[in-house]
């Protein structure tokens, strides 16, 4: 009794959130972990100067390609991973992939692109081609990027490399999951506090699990991504009930004082109940795709994802999809290899 009163405590006290801004650890956008050393490839015990791009760097034009752009190959997710063993995914997941620290999802891009279920054609990297038509219902039908492929199939492969050699994009370190659409990292990119909101949404399930999931689809997620959001925030709020509503009653920040920066109490409770299944499932996390959040995280567990491959006309300088090395490839193995909050 006194953990469902808790629950309930938790929830509605959401209601008096503000959204927050992205988290920093002192000055540091990440945890400075000490004794890293030259050893890391992050040199010595101070902030790395490279940081991920924010939805902010990223164009108007870039964000729609993301948003309007399918999967052949969506995932579907019917049962709750959290009170059914036996939940897959359909299609099932590679689970020989989910052990194997080196794995990253790739996006092969499917030609032509106005020709759904076509397939041939070519992939993306290395391809010089023509012009598509894409266009935006909110700019009075003005054109953007051009170049925008509209299909891709979303394909998990054993390293890098091996996505590279496939012609793919890596959108994410880790086995593809229900989250891995472009349309789902739309959203990781562009509603920096995904806390709060999950936490309105999980709200709206108590009485109607259907707004619950609506909830989440309103924010952009796909259907099969706003399922193991939803299913995660439920179980945060059973598993964790005490450790949140104290955070939420004493207006806790997401991390303390720095330089260590821990989580509360509820974000370190959600980690060990509700993070391996939602990494599993989810596939896409915002540490996965390279994305910062308002939750500081050690700097080693920090990956460098170019998400520009979706709109190649916008894209900068530096290489697209790529996972960065410069800073650091123990990052890109540690990104996947702990149990994360999303």
Same mark, same amino acid.
């Given at each position: 009794?006194?953990?469902?009163?808790?629950?309930?405590?938790?929830?509605?006290?959401?209601?008096?959130?503000?959204?927050?801004?992205?988290?920093?650890?002192?000055?540091?956008?990440?945890?400075?972990?000490?004794?890293?050393?030259?050893?890391?490839?992050?040199?010595?015990?101070?902030?790395?100067?490279?940081?991920?791009?924010?939805?902010? &760097?990223?164009?108007? $034009?870039?964000? /729609?390609?993301? =948003? #309007?752009?399918?999967?052949?190959?969506?995932?579907?997710? +019917? !049962?709750?991973?959290?009170?059914?063993?036996?939940?897959?995914?359909?299609?099932?997941?590679?689970?020989?992939?989910?052990?194997?620290?080196?794995?990253?999802?790739?996006?092969?891009?499917?030609?032509?692109?106005?020709?759904?279920?076509?397939?041939?054609?070519?992939?993306?990297?290395?391809?010089?081609?023509?012009?598509?038509?894409?266009?935006?219902?909110?700019?009075?039908?003005?054109?953007?990027?051009?170049?925008?492929?509209?299909?891709?199939?979303?394909?998990?492969?054993?390293?890098?490399?091996?996505?590279?050699?496939?012609?793919?994009?890596?959108?994410?370190?880790?086995?593809?999951?229900?989250?891995?659409?472009?349309?789902?990292?739309?959203?990781?990119?562009?509603?920096? &506090?995904?806390?709060? $909101?999950?936490? /309105?949404?999980? =709200? #709206?399930?108590?009485?109607?699990?259907?707004?619950?999931? +609506? !909830?989440?689809?309103?924010?952009?997620?796909?259907?099969?991504?706003?399922?193991?959001?939803?299913?995660?925030?439920?179980?945060?709020?059973?598993?964790?009930?005490?450790?949140?509503?104290?955070?939420?009653?004493?207006?806790?920040?997401?991390?303390?004082?720095?330089?260590?920066?821990?989580?509360?109490?509820?974000?370190?409770?959600?980690?060990?109940?509700?993070?391996?299944?939602?990494?599993?499932?989810?596939?896409?996390?915002?540490?996965?795709?390279?994305?910062?959040?308002?939750?500081?995280?050690?700097?080693?567990?920090?990956?460098?994802?170019?998400?520009?491959?979706?709109?190649?006309?916008?894209?900068?300088?530096?290489?697209?999809?790529?996972?960065?090395?410069?800073?650091?490839?123990?990052?890109? $193995?540690?990104?996947?290899?702990?149990?994360?909050?999303?």
């Amino acid at each position: 009794m006194i953990a469902i009163l808790a629950a309930l405590l938790w929830i509605f006290l959401a209601d008096k959130d503000e959204p927050n801004a992205l988290a920093t650890c002192g000055d540091c956008h990440c945890i400075v972990s000490t004794g890293l050393g030259a050893a890391s490839g992050l040199g010595d015990s101070s902030c790395p100067t490279r940081k991920p791009k924010i939805g902010s &760097d990223y164009t108007p $034009a870039t964000i /729609e390609a993301l =948003k #309007r752009q399918r999967p052949l190959n969506p995932f579907n997710l +019917t !049962c709750d991973p959290y009170d059914d063993e036996n939940c897959e995914l359909d299609p099932p997941q590679d689970d020989s992939l989910d052990i194997l620290n080196s794995a990253v999802c790739g996006l092969v891009y499917q030609f032509p692109f106005n020709g759904a279920g076509s397939g041939g054609g070519g992939t993306l990297s290395g391809e010089i081609f023509e012009a598509g038509t894409y266009k935006n219902a909110n700019t009075n039908g003005e054109t953007l990027c051009p170049d925008a492929p509209t299909e891709y199939l979303m394909i998990s492969y054993e390293n890098k490399e091996a996505a590279e050699a496939d012609g793919a994009v890596i959108t994410h370190v880790g086995p593809c999951g229900a989250c891995s659409t472009t349309q789902d990292l739309a959203v990781y990119l562009t509603e920096p &506090d995904l806390l709060l $909101a999950s936490k /309105e949404c999980v =709200k #709206r399930s108590i009485l109607n699990q259907d707004e619950g999931k +609506t !909830c989440f689809q309103d924010l952009g997620f796909t259907d099969a991504c706003a399922a193991i959001w939803l299913a995660n925030g439920e179980n945060t709020g059973q598993r964790c009930a005490l450790p949140c509503a104290a955070a939420e009653i004493q207006d806790y920040n997401n991390n303390g004082p720095a330089p260590e920066c821990a989580l509360n109490g509820c974000l370190e409770c959600d980690e060990k109940y509700s993070g391996p299944k939602f990494k599993r499932y989810a596939g896409r996390t915002r540490r996965r795709s390279g994305i910062l959040s308002t939750i500081a995280r050690p700097c080693e567990d920090v990956v460098f994802i170019d998400h520009d491959y979706a709109c190649p006309s916008e894209a900068g300088a530096e290489s697209s999809g790529e996972v960065a090395e410069e800073e650091s490839e123990v990052a890109t $193995a540690a990104a996947t290899s702990f149990f994360e909050s999303p």
